[in-house]
């Protein structure tokens, strides 16, 4: 059965800084990777994906990259605002299917 | 455009009733998950439709969870006798689904709070 596992479960940082958000899964014949953002009482917003065929995506200051051999994706932050705020959750699927998610890392970037 | 929609946003019901939660998915996606969050933990899949395919219950927790779905639009997930330990947000997400291109990413609803006494 497929785990994804999110290092650390929480990160405080102060404003400006680049920072990066860890996910590893168990099992490697992944089909795409998700990352998402949560906002306290709200639900996801799909923040970037990485198809299986991919090894990273970008979108403004954030990048994600994909190590299907090391089983591991990376979220990276650039220059982190007090609005970067939120859960971030890492999600996987072997296909076409539901995903399986991380528990999230709980950002907070101090102003 | 319009994104997923569901409701009600909260539900606070009773133990032993039941309740039904609805999801609109995005308009053209043939893909409609349900998922569950609780509180303090990660997303559990519930249950996946993808066109006229018969659904992927897999991961419903009990007889007591069921869901249906209207051709390729509105999803009603419904709770039966519901207890204590359903207490949770519900989050529907759609996709456009196999075959297409970026048919796999999931977009997500902003969930329905359900609180059972």
């Known amino acids: 059965k497929q785990e994804v596992t999110q290092i650390p479960a929480a990160l405080s940082v102060p404003e400006g800084e680049n920072l990066v958000l860890n996910c590893s899964f168990t099992?490697?014949?992944?089909?795409?990777l998700q990352w998402f953002r949560q906002d306290p009482g709200k639900g996801l917003t799909s923040l970037l994906l990485?198809?299986?065929?991919?090894r990273e995506q970008t979108s403004g200051r954030l990048n994600a990259s994909l190590d299907k051999s090391s089983g591991r994706s990376t979220l990276y932050i650039a220059a982190s605002q007090p609005g970067d705020s939120a859960t971030y959750l890492c999600?996987?699927?072997?296909?076409?299917?539901?995903?399986?998610f991380g528990k999230g890392t709980r950002l907070s970037v101090i102003a | 455009g319009a994104g997923v929609s569901q409701s009600p946003s909260n539900k606070v019901t009773e133990k032993g009733k039941d309740v039904e939660l609805r999801c609109d998915p995005i308009?053209?996606?043939?893909?409609l998950y349900w998922y569950r969050q609780r509180l303090g933990q990660g997303l559990e899949f519930l249950i996946y439709?993808?066109?006229?395919?018969?659904?992927?219950k897999s991961g419903l927790p009990s007889d007591r969870f069921s869901a249906e779905r209207t051709g390729e639009s509105v999803s009603t997930l419904t709770i039966q006798r519901t207890q204590q330990e359903d207490s949770a947000v519900y989050l529907c997400?759609?996709?456009?689904?196999?075959?297409?291109?970026?048919?796999?990413?999931?977009?997500f609803g902003p969930g329905t709070r359900l609180t059972v006494l």
């Open positions: 997400a759609s996709s456009l689904g196999l075959g297409q291109p970026g048919g796999n990413e999931q977009f």
């Open positions: 099992d490697s014949a992944i089909y795409n």
């Open positions: 990485i198809q299986s065929s991919q």
């Open positions: 999600a996987q699927s072997p296909g076409n299917t539901p995903l399986v």
């Open positions: 308009s053209g996606h043939t893909a």
């Open positions: 439709f993808q066109g006229n395919s018969a659904p992927d």
